[in-house]
């Protein structure tokens, strides 16, 4: 039969302690591990939640921080050089009587009503082209056939407005580009001015349409007159403005119908201001006049010499000040801006 001592009693009682302890540990360190592995997985489920929701910004930042050296896109536009690279010199204009405005508009596809931009460059100057107009559609073709290139080869940000007279009353000249001014600026805050008369086309496109700190005038010769002056304080047929300065001297007079005076009119106007005109050097300045009759409703105007008498007394409150008219219809064609007036009779 067993006996056991004491002392035997005691080490049977330690090893069954100690495997109950044993037991305990393992059964802790079960509990602990499933609580994290628990953990984990939910954790991991919320991560997966997030990562999926960030996808789209992450794969957006990853876009761009993959490549370190990647150059932008769409690089900042720097200003166009002070002599476009694009320049020609003189030219040989040819006016056919086969063109079409279909022709001009294809070889024009960066203008958009009438409008033009640099797409390579900032262009140093915005600028203006108004002519006054009616009846001299064959003269409009021509002169958009070789403007338009002529000023895109100078990278300027460009507008032509032609601002056509309605009805059968006589012709106003003035008046009709004081319109064009107070329209145009409607459209854009453009710096410089061209009034540009329809049958002049420069033949160098060195003479550069943009506006100096004095106003300028650009035809120093035509063909009509041997490429010379016309006469001493001849200002007329295309001439250069800002529009700060056409604004000082209250731009053209409104009461001059028919056929001369209005420009020597402006220019009394801009020496009464203290400015001075300037030009292009003569073998720059060249144009060629499209040849034509004098128009019906454009009479000479026998008051011009008592008007201009007058011009020291009434410029201030004769001119931008005093433009009344009455606006048709403003056609948005591919070429240029057509603005329909009612400017009234004399």
């Given at each position: 039969m067993g006996f056991?001592?004491?002392?035997?009693k005691t080490l049977r009682r330690g090893?069954?302690?100690?495997?109950?302890?044993?037991?305990l540990s393992v059964l802790a360190w079960i509990t602990t591990f499933s609580g994290e592995t628990v953990k984990s997985v939910s954790t991991d489920s919320a991560s997966t939640q997030i990562i999926a929701k960030g996808d789209g910004l992450r794969d957006k930042f990853n876009s761009w921080t993959a490549a370190p050296n990647r150059v932008n896109p769409t690089p900042q536009k720097v200003k166009c050089p002070q002599e476009s690279p694009l320049l020609q010199g003189a030219r040989k204009l040819s006016f056919e009587s086969s063109l079409k405005l279909k022709d001009v508009e294809t070889e024009n596809k960066a203008v958009t009503e009438g409008v033009y931009e640099?797409?390579?460059?900032?262009?140093?100057?915005s600028v203006a082209i108004l002519i006054p107009h009616r009846s001299r559609e064959r003269h409009l073709l021509y002169f958009l056939h070789h403007l338009h290139p002529f000023l895109q080869r100078q990278q300027l940000h460009y507008a032509i407005y032609v601002i056509q007279q309605s009805g059968d009353a006589t012709f106003n000249r003035a008046k009709l580009l004081n319109v064009g001014y107070l329209e145009a600026l409607k459209d854009y805050s453009w710096e410089c001015f061209i009034f540009h008369d329809?049958?002049?086309i420069p033949e160098n496109d060195h003479n550069l349409y943009v506006c100096d700190q004095h106003p300028k005038h650009l035809v120093?010769?035509?063909?009509?007159t041997?490429?010379?002056?016309?006469y001493k304080g001849y200002f007329g047929g295309v001439t250069a403005m800002t529009k700060d300065q056409f604004f000082q001297v209250n731009g053209f007079s409104n009461t001059y119908w028919g056929w001369g005076g209005e420009d020597d009119d402006l220019r009394i106007r801009v020496e009464l201001q203290k400015m001075k005109i300037i030009r292009p050097a003569a073998a720059v300045a060249r144009y060629t006049m499209v040849f034509h009759k004098r128009d019906s409703g454009n009479e000479i105007n026998k008051d011009r010499m008592r008007l201009l008498g007058r011009t020291p007394?009434?410029?201030r409150k004769d001119g931008l000040n005093s433009c009344?008219?009455?606006?048709?219809?403003?056609?948005?064609?591919?070429?240029?801006v057509n603005i329909t007036v009612d400017i009234g009779k004399p």
């Amino acid at each position: 039969m067993g006996f056991c001592s004491p002392v035997c009693k005691t080490l049977r009682r330690g090893k069954y302690f100690v495997l109950l302890v044993l037991s305990l540990s393992v059964l802790a360190w079960i509990t602990t591990f499933s609580g994290e592995t628990v953990k984990s997985v939910s954790t991991d489920s919320a991560s997966t939640q997030i990562i999926a929701k960030g996808d789209g910004l992450r794969d957006k930042f990853n876009s761009w921080t993959a490549a370190p050296n990647r150059v932008n896109p769409t690089p900042q536009k720097v200003k166009c050089p002070q002599e476009s690279p694009l320049l020609q010199g003189a030219r040989k204009l040819s006016f056919e009587s086969s063109l079409k405005l279909k022709d001009v508009e294809t070889e024009n596809k960066a203008v958009t009503e009438g409008v033009y931009e640099p797409s390579d460059c900032i262009a140093r100057q915005s600028v203006a082209i108004l002519i006054p107009h009616r009846s001299r559609e064959r003269h409009l073709l021509y002169f958009l056939h070789h403007l338009h290139p002529f000023l895109q080869r100078q990278q300027l940000h460009y507008a032509i407005y032609v601002i056509q007279q309605s009805g059968d009353a006589t012709f106003n000249r003035a008046k009709l580009l004081n319109v064009g001014y107070l329209e145009a600026l409607k459209d854009y805050s453009w710096e410089c001015f061209i009034f540009h008369d329809v049958d002049l086309i420069p033949e160098n496109d060195h003479n550069l349409y943009v506006c100096d700190q004095h106003p300028k005038h650009l035809v120093v010769g035509r063909n009509a007159t041997g490429y010379k002056l016309h006469y001493k304080g001849y200002f007329g047929g295309v001439t250069a403005m800002t529009k700060d300065q056409f604004f000082q001297v209250n731009g053209f007079s409104n009461t001059y119908w028919g056929w001369g005076g209005e420009d020597d009119d402006l220019r009394i106007r801009v020496e009464l201001q203290k400015m001075k005109i300037i030009r292009p050097a003569a073998a720059v300045a060249r144009y060629t006049m499209v040849f034509h009759k004098r128009d019906s409703g454009n009479e000479i105007n026998k008051d011009r010499m008592r008007l201009l008498g007058r011009t020291p007394k009434v410029w201030r409150k004769d001119g931008l000040n005093s433009c009344s008219y009455k606006t048709l219809s403003v056609d948005r064609l591919p070429l240029y801006v057509n603005i329909t007036v009612d400017i009234g009779k004399p």
